[in-house]
């Protein structure tokens, strides 16, 4: 009931397309969703995050979509550029416990 | 403010050797956290410490001891390095007691242990 589940693996999009990352979780307790970016040879950094309380949150190009009764969010990128180029990785966890990560997600935007 | 820092950057160690890695955070943050990242497995919490002077597994705690040494310092010990625990580690640190809120993370320690 711990897993976080993380598809696509490794994704390449077109400068300007739209990429989409989704992932799956199990435990219906977990009520904080991050997304973390990390550029290669450095640590992840927090992107964006969602609380079930809402089903989509924007900030610039990247939203979070939330579907609270399949269990699943995803990141949604829009206008592509190749400086998202980067390895994305979801979580999930509860109050007072701590963060279960996704497989993570290579993506390649090319020019 | 330097945020989370690791040493070493790098480090190659021999099957058996022992090392400690370092980790300090000038967040003054009461949560710190070890994982650990291989290909296609994410990141995999190995330690954590939610607050100065406790300390909890994660998924994957053997073969690996920590030490919260004060509220800035949480140190991660291998103390027989197996091939197994050639990955990069990466420490974290978060400022929500008791919440699960946004995690700092350091720059990483690259590790191959021979």
């Known amino acids: 009931q711990q897993q976080v589940k993380q598809s696509p693996q490794s994704l390449i999009v077109q400068k300007g397309g739209i990429s989409i990352i989704n992932c799956a979780y199990e435990n219906t307790a977990f009520d904080y969703f991050p997304w973390y970016q990390q550029f290669p040879g450095k640590g992840p950094a927090l992107l964006i995050a969602?609380?079930?309380?809402?089903s989509e949150k924007k900030e610039g190009r990247f939203t979070i979509s939330f579907n609270k009764s399949a269990k699943q969010f995803s990141l949604h990128i829009m206008d592509s550029q190749p400086g998202d180029s980067a390895t994305y990785f979801c979580a999930a966890g509860r109050r007072g416990g701590k963060l279960i990560f996704g497989q993570g997600t290579e993506l390649s935007v090319k020019p | 403010n330097a945020g989370v820092t690791q040493t070493p950057k790098f480090q190659v160690l021999k099957t058996g050797q022992s090392m400690t890695l370092q980790c300090a955070q000038d967040m003054n943050h009461n949560s710190m956290y070890w994982y650990r990242q291989d290909p296609g497995m994410g990141l995999r919490l190995i330690y954590y410490?939610?607050?100065?002077?406790?300390?909890d597994k994660g998924e994957v705690p053997n073969g690996y001891n920590v030490s919260r040494l004060n509220k800035r310092e949480f140190s991660l010990r291998l103390e027989s390095a197996a091939p197994s625990q050639t990955s990069v580690y990466f420490c974290?640190?978060?400022?929500?007691?008791?919440?699960?809120?946004?995690?700092?993370f350091g720059p990483g320690t690259r590790l191959t242990v021979l």
């Open positions: 974290a640190s978060s400022d929500l007691v008791g919440l699960a809120g946004e995690q700092f």
């Open positions: 410490s939610a607050s100065e002077g406790t300390t």
């Open positions: 969602i609380r079930p309380d809402v």
